[in-house]
């Protein structure tokens, strides 16, 4: 009999946001220079993208166990 968890995936994409929201974080603020309000919405959402990828990718697997 085949399980379950046999037949997911277990990539979630955790690692690909993870990446984008570091990305976002460092090349963002550099390059928007038109006005100061898009540089902290650039660091609040690669924040927040980060950490979500960071909870896909390690917590919610360790909750699970």
């Known amino acids: 009999m085949v399980h379950k968890e046999h037949n997911r995936s277990k990539n979630s ?3 690909a946001l993870i990446i ?3 990305l976002l974080l460092f090349l963002a603020p550099q390059e928007v220079t038109i006005s100061a309000g898009l540089n902290i919405i650039a660091w609040v959402g690669g924040i927040i993208i980060g950490s979500i990828g960071f ?3 390690f917590i919610r697997t360790r ?3």
Do not use: V
């Open 55 to 57: 909870y896909l990718k």
């Open 20 to 22: 984008f929201g570091a």
């Open 13 to 15: 994409g955790g690692f």
């Open 63 to 65: 909750i699970k166990k």
